[in-house]
């Protein structure tokens, strides 16, 4: 069973930046991708970022690229969004998700941690 625990949210103004991070526990991750997600008020959950964990490939959303940057550290088990140039669009409850090698999808999920951009 995998553990995620996400921390770091809260509210910035607009332009500001946030870090989050994503603390991983309960396996021992070689080639899963972990990944970011955010849901707004009456929206639906969208990805946002990813990172293979054992190459460090990276892959994000339109809306934010060039903005955020995901990336981890293998020896804390950890995943960290930095998040640059925040927008109020940027506004909503932020998930890290692990993604089991060869499953195809999203099996675990954090309990998000909430982003409020001021404008």
């Known amino acids: 069973q995998v553990q995620l625990v996400e921390s770091g949210g809260g509210l910035v103004q607009a332009g500001g930046s946030l870090r989050l991070s994503c603390a991983a526990s309960?396996?021992?991750?070689?080639?899963?991708?972990m990944g970011w997600f955010r849901q707004a008020p009456g929206n639906d959950r969208e990805f946002v970022a990813a990172?293979?964990?054992?190459?460090?490939?990276?892959d994000y959303a339109d809306s934010v690229k060039g903005r955020f940057t995901i990336s981890r550290d293998k020896a804390k088990n950890t995943v960290f969004l930095q998040m640059n140039s925040l927008k109020p669009e940027d506004t909503g409850v932020y998930y890290c998700?692990?993604?089991?090698?060869?499953?195809?999808?999203?099996?675990?999920w954090g309990q998000g941690t909430q982003v409020t951009v001021s404008s």
């Open positions: 998700a692990v993604s089991i090698p060869g499953s195809g999808q999203y099996s675990y």
């Open positions: 309960g396996r021992t991750f070689s080639d899963h991708i």
């Open positions: 990172i293979r964990w054992n190459f460090g490939n990276t």
